[in-house]
Each structure stands twice: as structure tokens, then as C-alpha cells.
């Protein structure tokens, strides 16, 4: 069984589709998507209102093909999310599910806030009572209303007590990005990350100083997937260097071509690796600073030691370049 942490490393690069798409399940048993990522199937933004219920029971239909697949062949399928639209959707979707629901992993909450939250925990609260696994919570934090400087620091707190309060089922946390942009009326290119745009690196920098010394924060969505001559992989790995160096890990992608990339920006550094593993492992006595493996940088255990956790953690499930 895989340990929490790694589980909550493991999410990774996060494919998110319409919860309309027929073709979903016949991609991921063909094994077009390669054999490590997640899925969200996406009740939310991505589906029109007048085809809510057609988008429900084309989920239950992707998670039963699924589900009856994995009982009859020798498949690893990948992390699965729903994206509901609002807290009283999820008994309604799960009951859909139910017969098939050991492969969901979880529930993705959109514009997760102090409105919403206690409602969706509520929901997740009843169906973990019954379920037969553990069904996990990804809330996003893209609501508008902590776009306001003059109250955000409060509001996040409170956001954050809210997180605190379902700490047991917290897999990752997760942000938004298009929607943040949506209130400036901005759009970054492919060769522009989001920290580009100040409010929204404002925005990003102040979740993540709320939230990632504790939970798992991935990265906001990336949509470029197609460009003259590829210069939207070199816009998307800048992007990903600058969400590693910032704390995120993960990323939402909305293409099967990102995925690769960011399985690769997720691999750690050789010196990285090395550096990690002669901190984690240091001679407790004397002196706790010294050289690097490359003898470029200092490593300290002291300041380094959480650092070094995660670059071993990482090394383990995605590799080392």
C-alpha cells in the first residue's frame, strides 16, 4: 500500500476532461496516455448547464467500462477524480457510480471557499461513512473572492481553517489560474509564464505561503498544447521550472501532450539527488554544513532538511535525471 505522502506526491501531471467525453475510457485502456498520470473527469466549467445529467450518466458510463475492465485484465489504471459542479451534485453522481467507485479516488471542490466548504465537507463526511475506501478531497482555491488585497490575508486564514478542519482527506490542494486571470482580463502566451503576471503571482505566492509547508499545492493549468514549431513545450517547461522553484508540484494539464513534460520536470537533478541523500543521511556528529556533491553549494541539514525530503520523495516517483 502506498504511504500517504507519496499518494499525495503521486498526483502529479492531472488530466482534466469533460465528463461528456465518450472516447476517455478507450484512451486510458489503450494506454495512450502512457502509464503515469491522474484524471478528473470534469462536472464543472466544461459542461453547459442544459447537459448536466448527460454529462452525469457518461461518467457513470466511463467509470463502470473502466471499473469492469480492471476486474477482468492485468491494468494499472490511474488516479480518478470527479469534478462536481456543486456539493449537493456528489451523493447524486455517487450513486451513479457506486457498484464501480473502488477506482475513484476522490472528489475535486471548485472555487473552494468559507461559503462553500463546510457543505462539501459534509457531503465527502456521509459518503466516506459508507464507502468502501478512503475518497479523497482536492479543493481549489480560484474563488474570486480572495482576489480583493485588502481582505485576502483574512479570508485565506479562514480558507485555511476550513483545509485544517478535513486535514485527513486532504490529498493536494490545488489552484486556480484561468479564472484568477479571468478577473484582470489577462492571458498569458506560450512564451510567458503566469509569474509574468504580477497580480496573479501576487495571488499564487500568497496561497502558497498559506498552504504548502503543510499540503501538496499543484500547479495551475497550462493551455497550450499546439504551436508552428512546438514553442509551447519550452513555454510550458519554463512554466513548470518556476512552479518547482516556488513549491508547486504537480500540474493540471488539459492535453495528453503535456503530460510527458511534466513527468520530466518532475524528475529531480542528479546533483540534486545526491546533495538530498548525503543531508538526509549526514554523520550527526560534529560539523552539519559541508560541501555539495558537486562542490558548488553549501548543504546544511538544518535549513536543507525539508528540501531534501521532498527531492528523495520526488527521485522515487519520477526519477532522476
Known amino acids: 500500500m502506498i504511504d500517504t505522502i507519496e499518494l499525495k506526491y503521486s498526483v502529479g501531471a492531472l488530466l482534466y476532461s469533460p465528463a461528456l467525453n465518450a472516447k476517455l475510457a478507450d484512451s486510458i485502456l489503450q494506454g495512450k496516455f502512457g502509464d503515469k498520470y491522474s484524471v478528473a473527469l470534469c462536472l464543472e466549467d466544461t459542461i453547459a448547464g442544459d447537459m448536466v445529467q448527460t454529462a452525469e450518466a457518461q461518467t457513470a458510463e466511463t467509470v463502470r467500462r473502466l471499473y469492469e475492465a480492471s476486474q477482468t485484465r492485468d491494468i494499472t489504471l490511474p488516479k480518478f477524480f470527479i469534478r462536481v459542479r456543486e456539493p449537493e451534485q456528489m451523493p447524486r453522481i455517487y450513486e451513479k457510480i457506486k457498484p464501480y467507485a473502488k477506482i475513484l479516488t476522490g472528489f475535486i471542490f471548485p472555487k473552494y471557499s468559507v461559503s462553500n466548504a463546510q457543505a462539501y465537507h459534509e457531503q465527502l463526511l456521509r459518503l466516506n461513512a459508507h464507502a468502501s475506501q478512503k475518497l479523497w478531497m482536492m479543493p481549489i482555491i480560484e474563488s474570486s473572492d480572495i482576489v480583493e488585497p485588502l481582505t485576502r490575508n483574512e479570508l485565506l486564514g479562514q480558507i485555511r481553517e476550513q483545509v485544517d478542519s478535513m486535514r485527513e482527506f486532504v490529498l493536494n490542494v490545488r489552484v486556480g489560474g484561468n479564472d484568477f486571470c479571468n478577473q484582470f482580463g489577462v492571458r498569458r502566451h506560450y512564451d ?27 500547479g495551475p493549468v497550462w493551455e497550450f498544447f499546439a504551436s508552428a514549431n512546438d514553442e509551447w513545450r519550452r513555454g510550458l517547461r519554463n512554466e513548470l521550472k518556476m512552479d518547482k522553484l516556488n513549491g508547486f508540484i504537480g500540474k493540471t494539464v488539459i492535453h495528453p501532450k503535456q503530460i510527458p513534460i511534466v513527468n520530466e520536470m518532475l524528475k529531480v537533478s542528479c546533483k540534486d539527488y545526491e546533495d538530498a541523500c548525503a543531508i538526509l543521511n549526514w554523520d550527526s556528529s560534529g560539523l552539519q554544513v559541508g560541501k555539495s556533491f558537486g562542490g558548488e553549494r553549501m548543504n546544511e541539514v538544518r535549513t536543507h532538511y525539508n528540501w531534501a525530503r521532498k527531492i528523495v520523495l520526488l527521485s522515487e516517483l519520477y526519477g532522476v535525471i
Do not use: C, K, M, N
Not at 509564464?193 to 499545492?217: E, H, K, N
Open 192 to 218: 510567458e509564464t503566469i509569474y509574468d503576471i504580477l497580480p496573479i503571482a501576487q495571488l499564487l505566492g500568497d496561497i502558497l505561503t498559506f498552504f504548502s509547508r503543510d499540503y501538496v499545492v499543484s
